[in-house]
T-cell receptor, first 111, second 109 residues
Framework: DVKVTQSSRYLVKRTGEKVFLECVQDMDHENMFWYRQDPGLGLRLIYFSYDVKMKEKGDIPEGYSVSREKKERFSLILESASTNQTSMYLC??????????FGPGTRLTVT | QKEVEQDPGPLSVPEGAIVSLNCTYSNSAFQYFMWYRQYSRKGPELLMYTYSSGNKEDGRFTAQVDKSSKYISLFIRDSQPSDSATYLCAAYSSYKLIFGSGTRLLVRP
């Protein structure tokens, strides 16, 4: 059974704080993704990585950065959190092919 | 124009009804199409996928793609309250999945 875990289910941070969201997958998948999900907007891709230390911008990378130092771990970093980054953040992993496996999500509130 | 469009609903039906969920897409190069189901406070899970045009059936679920009209459908027969969830359609394109915004379905007992 594929397992994608995210470090927190709920997180509350203050404006200007640096925020780290961690994602770990246990299936040796090459590809990992970070999305945010907002009502009416669906899932929007922030960043993805197809190998260790490799990263590609998605559709909405502004205000975010990522790190992938190990194959199983993909981190999303909000350098200076803002209220418009309040959202549900979803991590996913994928082997070669197209079937993606999602984590349970982190609901981040920035006050 | 979004590449994959989906009516957000909500769609409310009585138990046992046939449900039709639909998406349209704009890029004729899309070949693989997926349906994900997302329960409240959970991540999406893959329900079905189809390649190019045609139908695919899995139990009570049927996925259909009509490439001539760029239309993706998911049919649920004999709907159950446990089918209440948000359903997301997606198209695969160059490393990425492009998602519709999701349709919220409520099946009333």
């Amino acid at each position: 059974d594929v397992k994608v875990t995210q470090s927190s289910r709920y997180l509350v941070k203050r404006t200007g704080e640096k925020v780290f969201l961690e994602c770990v997958q246990d299936m040796d998948h090459e590809n990992m993704f970070w999305y945010r999900q907002d009502p009416g907007l669906g899932l929007r891709l922030i960043y993805f990585s197809y190998d260790v230390k490799m990263k590609e911008k998605g559709d909405i990378p502004e205000g975010y950065s990522v790190s992938r130092e190990k194959k199983e771990r993909f981190s999303l970093i909000l350098e200076s959190a803002s209220t418009n980054q309040t959202s549900m953040y979803l991590c996913a992993s994928r082997p070669t092919g197209f079937e993606q496996y999602f984590g349970p999500g982190t609901r981040l509130t920035v006050t | 124009q979004k590449e994959v469009e989906q009516d957000p609903g909500p769609l409310s039906v009585p138990e046992g009804a046939i449900v039709s969920l639909n998406c349209t897409y704009s890029n004729s190069a899309f070949q693989y199409f997926m349906w994900y189901r997302q329960y409240s406070r959970k991540g999406p899970e893959l329900l079905m996928y189809t390649y190019s045009s045609g139908n695919k059936e899995d139990g009570r679920f049927t996925a259909q793609v009509d490439k001539s009209s760029k239309y993706i459908s998911l049919f649920i027969r004999d709907s159950q309250p446990s089918d209440s969830a948000t359903y997301l359609c997606a198209a695969y394109s160059s490393y990425k999945l492009i998602f519709g915004s999701g349709t919220r379905l409520l099946v009333r007992p």
